[in-house]
């Protein structure tokens, strides 16, 4: 029995394969409940800028195996690239299978324009000083293992999740306005440039929201993050929803057994080395 969602369009961003917040597995359940046509991975998906071989686990290189395995199925897979994996930013345009890396994306969808870009370009701290905004990175990560630490110990004590992180966030006024302004600056330029929908990722606050100013009106939509929020966009029907992990999974469950079982060495060569069949069809094309 096929348990997945048929949905047109998903939606990630912000995952930081690599790091300690990641958290893959929940990740991993949300792909294998879907069936998409089209995934768009919306910027910072591998943290290249806090990159370490000695922390990559085993459930990280399964997101990057089942993406893999999507686009084998026939799954149109576009990778935008954010700040986190800008390194990418050199392959821009290229495309390999059903693979394309690109820096935006502009996508008709059912009559109306839809423009898909990550939004570090927004961010002055990044353009102008990227040694400190990736000092940064290191404290949040650090703040996330203290957090991890917290919430282990609540949970022995039957108590309820807390995130620090989100927690600082809320409560400082130069955070909340930076987000008001992101969201600002990201909707005027759509409205500017006659786009129905703009997709953003970065600030790891889903949202979706209906902006206008005196030259017309457009929605406003943020996937999340997988660190905090484990949330995704969805579009459908016509529709867009967040997807929130922690109020709309289903029951865990792993629909490819054969990841489950998969040895990590196993997992990076599946990643890494292309199957003879595969190299034939090529020679033959």
Same mark, same amino acid.
């Given at each position: 029995?096929?348990?997945?969602?048929?949905?047109?369009?998903?939606?990630?961003?912000?995952?930081?394969?690599?790091?300690?917040?990641?958290?893959?597995?929940?990740?991993?359940?949300?792909?294998?409940? $879907?069936?998409?046509?089209?995934?768009?991975?919306?910027?910072?998906?591998?943290?290249?800028?806090?990159?370490?071989?000695?922390?990559?686990?085993?459930?990280?290189?399964?997101?990057?195996?089942? $993406?893999?395995?999507?686009?084998?199925?026939?799954?149109?897979?576009?990778?935008?690239?954010?700040?986190?994996?800008?390194?990418?930013?050199?392959?821009?345009?290229?495309?390999?299978?059903?693979?394309?890396?690109?820096?935006?994306?502009?996508?008709?969808?059912?009559?109306?324009?839809?423009?898909?870009?990550? @939004?570090?370009?927004?961010?002055?701290?990044?353009?102008?000083?990227?040694?400190?905004?990736?000092?940064?990175?290191?404290?949040?990560?650090?703040?996330?293992?203290?957090?991890?630490?917290?919430?282990?110990?609540?949970?022995?004590?039957?108590?309820?999740?807390?995130?620090?992180?989100?927690?600082?966030?809320?409560?400082?006024?130069?955070? $909340?306005?930076?987000?008001?302004?992101?969201?600002?600056?990201?909707?005027?330029?759509?409205?500017?440039? @006659?786009?129905?929908?703009?997709?953003?990722?970065?600030?790891?606050?889903?949202?979706?929201?209906?902006?206008?100013?005196?030259?017309?009106?457009?929605?406003?939509?943020?996937?999340?993050?997988?660190?905090?929020?484990?949330?995704?966009?969805?579009?459908?029907?016509?529709?867009?929803?967040?997807?929130?992990?922690?109020?709309?999974?289903?029951?865990?469950?792993?629909?490819?057994?054969?990841?489950?079982?998969?040895?990590?060495?196993?997992?990076?060569?599946?990643?890494?080395?292309?199957?003879?069949?595969?190299?034939?069809?090529?020679?033959?094309?």
């Amino acid at each position: 029995m096929d348990l997945k969602r048929k949905v047109e369009i998903a939606v990630i961003s912000d995952v930081h394969l690599g790091t300690y917040g990641c958290h893959a597995k929940q990740l991993l359940t949300y792909l294998n409940s $879907i069936q998409p046509k089209k995934l768009i991975l919306n910027g910072d998906i591998v943290d290249i800028w806090q990159f370490s071989k000695r922390y990559f686990p085993k459930p990280h290189l399964k997101v990057i195996k089942k $993406i893999m395995d999507m686009a084998a199925d026939g799954v149109e897979v576009i990778y935008i690239t954010g700040n986190h994996d800008e390194m990418l930013r050199k392959f821009s345009d290229m495309t390999i299978g059903n693979i394309s890396i690109v820096d935006k994306k502009v996508l008709d969808l059912d009559g109306k324009k839809a423009w898909f870009f990550h @939004g570090d370009v927004f961010d002055v701290s990044i353009q102008n000083a990227k040694w400190l905004a990736k000092l940064g990175g290191y404290g949040y990560d650090l703040l996330i293992l203290l957090n991890r630490a917290t919430n282990w110990c609540l949970e022995k004590l039957g108590k309820e999740k807390y995130s620090l992180s989100k927690r600082i966030k809320n409560s400082v006024k130069g955070a $909340i306005k930076y987000i008001s302004d992101f969201e600002e600056v990201a909707s005027d330029l759509a409205i500017e440039n @006659g786009y129905d929908y703009v997709l953003c990722g970065h600030i790891h606050q889903p949202k979706i929201l209906i902006k206008e100013n005196k030259f017309g009106k457009t929605m406003y939509l943020n996937s999340g993050d997988w660190v905090e929020n484990f949330t995704a966009l969805e579009y459908q029907f016509k529709r867009w929803k967040i997807y929130n992990y922690n109020k709309d999974k289903l029951s865990p469950f792993f629909a490819d057994e054969d990841i489950k079982e998969m040895e990590i060495k196993d997992l990076i060569a599946a990643i890494t080395i292309v199957e003879p069949e595969k190299k034939k069809k090529k020679k033959l094309n």
